[in-house]
């Protein structure tokens, strides 16, 4: 077998996917998708697998994923195709209409599915009436009943992960899942519609005792000692998540995993408890990722939050009193937004990270496939853009240039490797280099140059955001200027890996001896960044 998907971080939806084949006699390729098509058709004209899985989650890469198929064919590649994750198995018939080259799709949950269609295939049955498929016959979609959501987390093996670990400050770092699904509906979100679809238990959490299990396998094989939780939403809520939360507290000490390791989460604003987190923060947690995203009731309304202002601004400062790093996403533009909300948004922003404690960084809501809020824009009229770049328009006609002309003027600024996300960087990376080596020099000094710097390109970019906004509904256009902001954050992106290249420089022995202490691939020297 073939499974195809990203490997960003590892792809743990593949993992457990190629663990469960492997547990039942079957071998699995794990192939990232950004390999060139012609060299995927090499290896499997040469390892000539029963089935090519795709691991898709959002619909903005199809036409990427159906290039391959298309490739994979025409080179040769005849054996059964199939494509899981959450688009596909909320819209299998829209994609199925879209992707001729696809055989079949695994919808929801899909180790129990893969291992019997895999059975099915082998034997040369009919595999169409597995429960949990779609597929097209005679020019028609078929979808068989949804196949139970896995019940048992525990009962997986632990995911394969044949790829290499990222490394973030030279730390290799991997990912684990404590839990499956998320008890709220966000009304942008696939992920509680991808969940209560599905019959069973919508939330699944693993014992404590596994996941540290888990932690202290990766750290033995692959010398990791960072490690990023990537559940829905990491299980704190009530009284049985703070006892599961306790409980994996106690298991991290006794392991001597609190004391040479640390971990990031996801989690919601009404989780952050000021002697829940101090505890997780001495047992080895980091990073505290949150999906605030308004700051602004008519926004935290249209997306269903079910969560308040004031319940934000507690967590972040109860983050910042603890000094957590903590990182957040933000929608600055939702199918609400007016002008003055917009404003409302920057001026919650400055609230939060006016201080520099961490970047700025904004996006706009999108109405991806399997979201309520994209049936709500459908039924409104309001729905635009195409398959695979789902949009939609304001209710007020000049904001959709506004954010055209703002999104094409802070390209440079927010997204991909610009200047936010180097900053987060900065912020996640001195974070680890003074957690898991303790004694470097100038760790304040640095610290207190990076959040002035910080606080400087927030300032700039709320500026921006305000006045430019302000000029836009009197007609002038001329703040939104793309070539004056790509110099101005060229010269700040400069000016920090100069900062954090001193530093570095200034603790570079200490560092290199301690990363390599950890590392089972060999030395691994920490490089400037230019």
């Known amino acids: 077998m073939a499974l195809i998907g990203f490997q960003d971080q590892g792809n743990l939806g593949i993992g457990y996917l190629a663990a469960v084949l492997r547990r039942h006699g079957y071998t699995a390729e794990m192939i990232e998708v950004r390999e060139s098509p012609a060299t995927i058709a090499a290896r ?18 199809l036409p990427q994923y159906r290039t391959i198929a298309q490739r994979l064919r025409d080179a ?7 494509i899981g994750g959450h688009y596909p198995s909320l819209c299998h018939d829209e994609l199925l209409e879209n992707f001729p080259e696809i ?8 180790e129990e599915t893969l291992l019997e269609l895999v059975d099915r295939l082998r034997a040369g049955e009919n595999w169409r009436d597995i429960s949990g498929i779609a597929y097209t016959q005679n020019g ?3 979808a068989t009943p949804p196949r139970p959501l896995v019940q048992d987390l525990d009962s997986l093996p632990f995911p394969d992960r044949p790829f290499q670990a990222d490394r973030v400050g030279g730390f290799p770092i991997l990912p684990v899942l404590a839990s499956r699904g998320c008890i709220r509906r966000c009304s942008f979100c696939s992920i509680h519609t991808f969940y209560r679809t599905a019959p069973g238990k919508v939330v699944r959490v693993r014992k404590p005792e596994k996941v540290v299990a888990e932690m202290l396998e990766l750290q033995r094989r692959y010398g990791v000692r960072v490690f990023l939780f990537q559940d829905d939403d990491f299980p704190l809520w009530g009284r049985k998540g703070r006892h599961w939360a306790d409980e994996l507290i106690a298991r991290l000490q006794d392991s001597g995993l609190a004391s040479n390791s640390i971990w990031k989460i996801s ?23 949150m999906g605030i995203e308004s700051g602004v009731e008519s926004g935290l309304e249209i997306l269903f939050k079910e969560m308040t202002i004031g319940q934000n601004l507690d967590a972040i400062a109860t983050l910042k009193h603890l000094n957590l790093v903590f990182a957040y996403g933000f929608m600055l533009f939702d199918p609400s937004s007016t002008f003055e909300s917009v404003r409302q948004n920057i001026a919650f922003l400055r609230q939060i990270v006016g201080d520099g404690s961490a970047p700025a960084v904004f996006s706009r809501m999108l109405p991806y496939g399997g979201t309520p809020i994209r049936d709500l824009l459908a039924k409104e009229g309001r729905l635009r853009g195409d398959l695979t770049h789902p949009d939609y328009d304001f209710l007020d006609p000049q904001l959709n240039e506004y954010y055209r002309l703002l999104n094409e003027t802070v390209l440079p600024w927010i997204h991909n490797q610009g200047l936010s996300n180097q900053l987060s960087y900065a912020w996640d990376e001195v974070e680890l280099f003074t957690r898991l080596t303790p004694g470097l020099h100038g760790v304040k000094p640095y610290r207190n140059a990076l959040a002035k710097l910080t606080a400087r390109a927030n300032a700039r970019l709320f500026r921006l955001v305000e006045e430019s906004s302000l000029a836009f509904e009197e007609g002038d256009r001329s703040l939104l200027n793309p070539k004056r902001i790509a110099v101005y954050c060229e010269r700040m992106r400069t000016e920090l890996f100069d900062l954090r290249n001193v530093f570095v420089a ?3 022995e200490a560092l290199n001896d301690r990363i390599n202490a950890d590392c089972a691939s060999g030395p691994v020297l920490l490089p400037q960044i230019h």
């Open 44 to 61: 499997l004209l040469e390892s000539r697998p029963l089935l090519v899985g795709f691991s898709l989650i959002f619909q903005f890469f």
């Open 76 to 82: 040769g590649v005849t054996c059964h195709f199939t």
């Open 103 to 110: 055989d079949s799709v695994v919808r929801y949950e899909g």
């Open 140 to 142: 028609k979609v078929v």
């Open 267 to 289: 989690c919601r604003a009404e989780y952050v408890e000021p002697e829940l987190f101090a505890a997780m923060r001495e047992a080895g947690l980091f990073l505290v990722y």
């Open 506 to 508: 200034g603790n570079l």
